[in-house]
């Protein structure tokens, strides 16, 4: 059974710093893009951020310079630093595992086979 579980959510204030982690089960996660995506209040789900399975990394253009995306292989886990944290970031945010050909990743949601449940992110001023 393949699992995603995200945590590190929760409550900062604007300028502020959370870490996000996804802890992968049930996949032979080296072969695996993992993707960050978020939901904003009455937004679509948007792609915020990925690595792929050569440790290559991709950003929105909203979240470049202050979040940053990194993978321990070992732990099946990857991560999401997100630093000067702005009240737009407030969303759910989700990841997302895809098997794809190394040093590749997608920014579409309907690319992605499998879906952690999400981890609430507030950010306040």
């Known amino acids: 059974q393949v699992q995603l579980v995200e945590s590190g959510g929760g409550l900062a204030q604007a300028g502020g710093s959370l870490e996000l982690s996804c802890a992968a089960s049930?996949?032979?996660?080296?072969?695996?893009?993992i993707a960050w995506f978020r939901q904003g209040p009455g937004k679509e789900r948007e792609f915020v951020a990925a690595i792929s399975r050569n440790f290559g990394k991709y950003y929105t253009d909203s979240v470049k310079g202050r979040f940053t995306v990194s993978r321990d292989n070992a732990k099946n886990t990857v991560y999401l630093q997100m630093n000067s944290l702005k009240l737009e970031d407030t969303a759910v945010y989700y990841c997302a595992a895809e098997n794809r050909p190394s040093g590749s990743y997608s920014s579409r949601v309907d690319r992605y086979d499998y879906w952690g449940q999400g981890t609430r992110v507030t950010v306040s001023s």
């Open positions: 049930g996949i032979a996660f080296s072969n695996y893009a």
